[in-house]
């Protein structure tokens, strides 16, 4: 998990405003110009931001195995 740690600090650190500013740079035709699907996109980010730990620790626990030199 020493790894993701810097990564996860930045995720945390995301607000509102920030991934209002990412959105704007997301070309319209990538979300079909859906601006309320891209946002609901990005509420679902927030809301999971607070949970990333938790979602790498599934991940690595799936059968999927995404971090295949993680032991």
Known sequence: ??????????????????LEEFAKEVPPEWYYDDFDALSR???????????LEELILDAK??????????R
């Open 41 to 51: 996109l990005l509420e679902q980010l927030l809301r999971r931001v607070n949970r």
């Open 1 to 18: 998990m020493e790894a993701f740690d810097p990564w996860i600090r930045r995720a945390k650190n995301f607000t509102d405003r920030v």
């Open 61 to 70: 626990r799936s059968n999927r195995q995404p971090f295949p030199n993680w």
